[in-house]
Nanobody, 120 residues
Framework: QVHVVESGGGLVQAGGSLGLSCEAS????????MTWYRQAPGKERDMVAS??????????NYADSVKGRFTISRDDAKNTVYLQMNSLKPEDTAVYYC???????????WGKGTLVTVSS
């Protein structure tokens, strides 16, 4: 059974830092691209950061709005992907979702999200 579980959300002041984790099970984690998305109230879900599968070189990609502030990383031994968020802004407030995707197999798994609130 597949599980994707985010953790680490919470309340932080603007300018602060927060680290999110996403632990997965039930599939071969290293073969999946992992992506963090976020959805603010009343807005669409947007990509924040992605990291390719290990076999694809673990290349990373970031939304322009978070470049230089957020860092995505993965630990295949722990089946976990991380999102380190620094210099947080109130506009980073959102529910953050973790996604695992293996396009060639049409597989796409989502977590239930973790709320990040940045106060001004």
């Amino acid at each position: 059974q597949v599980h994707v579980v985010e953790s680490g959300g919470g309340l932080v002041q603007a300018g602060g830092s927060l680290g999110l984790s996403c632990e997965a099970s039930g599939f071969t984690f290293s073969r999946y691209a992992m992506t963090w998305y976020r959805q603010a109230p009343g807005k669409e879900r947007d990509m924040v950061a992605s990291i390719a599968s290990t076999s694809a070189g673990s290349s990373t990609n970031y939304a322009d709005s978070v470049k230089g502030r957020f860092t995505i990383s993965r630990d295949d031994a722990k089946n976990t992907v991380y999102l380190q968020m620094n210099s947080l802004k109130p506009e980073d407030t959102a529910v953050y979702y973790c996604n695992a995707r293996r396009i060639a197999y049409g597989q796409d798994f989502w977590g239930k999200g973790t709320l990040v609130t940045v106060s001004s």
